[in-house]
């Protein structure tokens, strides 16, 4: 593997070209980099009494200068930085922070708690893993030092003068650890799946701001190509055996393989010193966190340009590189790496990782590359999709299987996502080098209509030699080295926890559905931006399928999250009814459980949840410690007596004609059991588009799942207006499971 050092010299502020130099790579804070790495001891790495490694990185919240897309610019960031460290580790390691919060007095016109004193924060760490928040009855939720997001920071020093701090510590699930059927696997044990994840503020209410405005990085599990793998060249006569030697060809593959993180960012400016094709590093601009909207509220109609020779230019694509305006005293930069417009140059003979995050508090990217020349679209090959490959975890001997890999034209990837893109330059010849641009196509979100932008471009130097080497994906091996022990189901389950509703009776096929509702209101009378709706509901029996919104919740009144029993109404709950005035979370309110027996988890695994978006908008759901993916048309019908909609995406039967991106709300397919490629696949967020239904499967079965998170839509200004909800996930005691 070969990765681009790091142009970083400090932990603070870097200058470096705004525009077209080749893309930058962010400090690695990992066990090969601890101490020579340009954090300092920002990044620490300690060995445990397993022998394996506890990477430590210190995040220190600050309102703080620095340079972005050549302008200097005060945002709420990290260190410093717009340019935040990766986090390197292995599976069977533990990811460790220590978060400080010095960040200045501001008053957030979303909070509905606290004081703009406190200006608190807190720290998802990490978005995508299946690990624990460590924060399960009876300790408080506030107090877990897992992934555990309801931590209470606030601003300012102890009495003795110290940052106000919190120290998280998060066990990576290694070999053997984590319980396979999560992805849905046969009944053993994997490792946490490599990938790429990502850490951010989860401060609700005033996580857009804070993400915005720097507070989010990179998380790798896994070494950087650890996902790329030499396919089989299966033979004719025997296709149980391959003709090439996959070890070698995948060692080969990787060793032609540059790695580049990529860090999809986007920041609204006003008052700058000088136009964006200007700005040279000592440029300025003000930070504008309240402009959310695209085009913003007070200019309703407005069209993306930019601002040339007097006058704004709405129509030349080719001259938005990396921002657009409005006027010509205001810009939105979209960066990668805090870089307008970088390039990546491909020797011939290597291959590109890209490995790219959506770091964007609010924005989705409708991703293509495209040839700089002609126009023609180099396919994206996904070898990993929300920190996993899209395949379910395989046997041992079916670890050499060809998995086809993925390839796309184009790629949605919403806030949150991230894709591990391979760009290849060792197949064909050509001696002329070919330049292609990535962009995003411009996305209608409802009341957003982000534009079309041209991120980056990448250039395939002249190559000499065509590999016969194929990919494919380096799906998960499972291993039995303890078969699980299914227990006899007992007579009588636990007592529920306070606050909780009951789980899903897989007697009935029940299922979960969670809908999306515009406005909301507290049980005190608090409005809110979005609300939701969260029920356990019965299928009825009988000769003819139903759609499934003919369905009802079984006795809503025990089985409804929000419930008025004086008027016998079943009713939508924001965020904001949980949370109390010193920012905890109140659990004895009803919220969602999810039941995790000591035995065949018949009711936690392959949960159906059904997420209806009845608003006008485009929204992202998202929830945490899991993997997910689409049900089958066949999964509706067959098991849950639903009537699969006519069509199973947005485009329908013409995607060719499509102006739109392709979403699925489930999948045509079967699931093939012997054959983990064709597993459609796992996300961690998903699209809703508006007035759409998707039905997505998911499973609990895992130790480390249980505790308490929330799910919510990945666009954060959404999130931070009520669009959210607490989930808790709970195991029996050895004396309850004895009743």
Known sequence: MKRLLTLALGVGMVLWPAMAAELVQPPICSVATAGVSSLGDKCTVSTQTDGRHRVKVTLTAETHEIEVGGYKVTTEN?????????????????????????????????MSHGDEDENPTNLHYFHGGIVSPNNARPKPAELGTGDNVYVHLKAGRDAKGNPNSFDLDVPIPGEGMLDARVLEGKGGYIAHPSGLDWYHSHMHGISSDQVMGGMSGLLSVGDATANVKAGCRQDPVDPSKCLNDVAKDTADLR?????????????????????????????????????????????????????????????????????????????WLFTLNGQRFPTVKIEGGKNLLLRLGNLSANV????????????????????????????RPVLPEQKDKPIQANNLDNLLLMPASRAEIYIRNDQKLHDKSQKYILSTRGLDAGTDKWPAIRLARIELEPNTAASPIRVALNASVEAFPNLIQVQPPVAERAELPDGCVRDLDPAFHEYR????????????????????????????????LQDEADYNPDDPSKTTVGYDAKQQAEIAVPFEDYVQEDGTVDWTKRHVCIFIDHGSHDGSHKQLWVLYNATNVLHNFHIHQIKFRLATRKELAETYHIKPPEQSDSCGKTPEKCVIPNI??????????????????????????????????????????????????HILKHEDGGLMAPIEVWEPTVGAMAQ
């Open 664 to 713: 699925k709300f489930y999948e045509e397919k079967e699931i093939d059991p012997a054959d983990p490629g064709a597993t459609p696949l796992w996300h961690d967020t998903i699209p809703l588009p508006a007035l759409s239904t998707v039905f997505i499967v998911m499973s609990f079965d895992a130790t480390q799942q249980i505790g308490r998170f929330v799910f919510h839509c």
């Open 513 to 544: 559905r969670v809908t999306f509702i515009d406005g909301g209101q507290t049980s005190t009378g608090m409005k809110t931006d979005w609300s939701m709706l969260t029920q356990i509901v019965r299928p009825r029996d009988g000769p003819d």
């Open 78 to 110: 990290y260190n410093d930085s717009y340019l935040t460290p990766v986090i390197e580790v292995e599976p069977g390691d533990t990811v460790a922070a220590h978060l400080e919060n010095l960040l200045a007095p501001r008053v957030h016109d979303g």
């Open 364 to 391: 989705g990217y409708w991703l293509e590359l495209r040839n700089e020349v002609d126009g023609t679209v180099l396919p994206l090959t996904i070898l990993g999709l929300d920190g996993v490959v899209p395949a």
């Open 255 to 331: 060793r032609e393989t540059n790695v580049r993180y990529a860090l999809l960012r986007d920041i609204p400016l006003r008052k700058i010193s000088k136009l964006p094709e200007e700005a040279d590093g000592h440029a300025t601009a003000e930070w504008d966190p309240t402009a959310r909207d695209f085009p913003p509220k007070r200019a309703p109609g407005a069209k993306c340009g930019v601002w040339k020779e007097g006058k704004l230019d709405t129509d030349d694509l080719s001259i938005r590189a990396g921002f657009c305006q409005l006027d010509q005293n205001s810009a």
